[in-house]
């Protein structure tokens, strides 16, 4: 496959899960990835140990990201400017890859605006987003299921890196998720198959030997409580339907959970927010939007997202930061993810107030309204 940003294997970055200020780590590390790129594209071909000076660059700028190790405590005592940073939300899209359009949400105002993304035609249909050692990696899809791509945020640019050994095709044909800092790329009967999962850590990739007792195709995975769940999905193989099986990774072996109270969830999204250890679902299918709470054993409803949501066929984009999950179809909420203190407030339709179309669209921290 074509060469990687990363030259070598870099040791993990991912932050501590009780991270004050996981937001704030994530643009950090954002912003270390693109010194990273810069300094790869700088070095001249023959300085053999250039590109490893970058790479011990980058491990220095992440530890000096909130909650690494020079700053352990979040931005409390922490120099970094980064904690200073206007957080935005980007906003990718297929629907407007042909335009090269995305979307930027300001967090302070909520006020939402149109980003300008270069895809370079690249159809991002059903691709797999994943956030690993600063950098924002578009991964497989529905046309091109071995594609490896990365967002450079600095020059708001798709790149093509390689390619997957084994196609991947996210969405209902499968789930991804960033665990131990490396994407997890499963339940794709075409590619792996439905019960086993391949790994993507920016340069190897393998297929792990781990699998599943249930097949979870169209399902959702996100990390809690240092695993990987995965909840919902589908099962062809057995009984021609969806079900609610909720299926836990350790790293070495999955194990059975407490099942999803909706005896069928498709088309559903699950967010974690590891700073809080909270692994929050948007369930009830074609019904009114229930967001449930796991604690690792049981499912609680705290609440519904606002009335707009309440026709939507499915709802699986989405992000949480510090809190509050942003996420819609064809119009954005904002939802206070506090079961003492819970809200759900529309944020509208896009900034000309046309639909969303939030199909399984990435959505990443930036430090200000960059692409604008």
């Not at 700053?71 to 935005?88: F, I, K, L, R």
């Not at 499968?174 to 590619?191: I, K, P, T, W």
């Not at 499915?314 to 119009?331: C, L, Q």
Request: charged share 20%.
């Amino acid at each position: 496959m074509a060469a990687s940003p990363f030259s070598i294997d870099l040791a993990p970055v991912t932050p501590p899960p009780m991270c004050p200020e996981l937001d704030k780590n994530e643009i950090c590390s954002s912003q270390c990835g693109i010194e990273l790129n810069e300094c790869k594209d700088n070095c001249y071909h023959a300085d053999y140990s250039c590109p490893s000076r970058c790479d011990a660059a980058f491990l220095d700028c992440k530890y000096a990201c909130p909650c690494e190790g020079g700053c352990p405590n979040g931005c409390s005592g922490c120099g970094n400017p980064v904690c200073q940073a206007d957080e935005y939300l980007l906003i990718l899209n297929e629907w407007k890859a042909f335009e090269n359009i995305g979307y930027l949400v300001n967090l302070s105002t909520d006020e939402i605006s149109f980003s300008s993304i270069d895809y370079h035609g690249i159809d991002i249909d059903d691709t797999c987003y994943a956030f690993m050692k600063g950098q924002h990696y578009i991964i497989g899809g529905y046309l091109r299921p071995h594609m490896i791509l990365t967002l450079e945020v600095d020059k708001c640019e798709l790149t093509e890196q390689g390619n997957l050994e084994i196609q991947h095709i996210d969405g209902m044909w499968g789930a991804c998720a960033v665990y131990n800092d490396v994407a997890h790329l499963c339940f794709d009967e075409e590619g792996v198959d439905m019960f086993g999962c391949q790994t993507f850590d920016g340069i190897n990739q393998n297929v792990i030997d781990a699998r599943t007792q249930y097949a979870h195709d169209w399902s959702s995975m996100a990390v809690y409580n240092n695993e990987m769940w995965v909840v919902g999905g589908c099962d062809s193989y057995s009984n021609g339907g969806c079900h609610n099986h909720v299926e836990s990774f350790d790293g070495s072996s999955w194990s059975l959970s407490a099942a999803h109270p909706d005896s069928e969830l498709v088309g559903h999204l699950v967010l974690d927010s590891k700073h809080k250890k909270t692994l929050s679902d948007i369930g009830e299918y074609f019904n009114r939007w229930a967001v449930q709470k796991f604690d690792g054993f049981t499912w609680t409803m705290i609440g519904e997202l606002s009335e707009s949501h309440a026709a939507s066929y499915t709802i699986n984009s989405g992000k949480i930061i510090n809190g509050y999950a942003y996420m819609g179809e064809n119009e954005l909420d904002k939802v206070r993810l506090d079961e003492n203190n819970y809200s759900a407030t529309n944020l509208g339709y896009d900034p000309v107030g046309d639909d969303f179309w939030l199909y399984y669209s990435p959505m990443l921290l930036v430090d200000g309204p960059v692409c604008s």
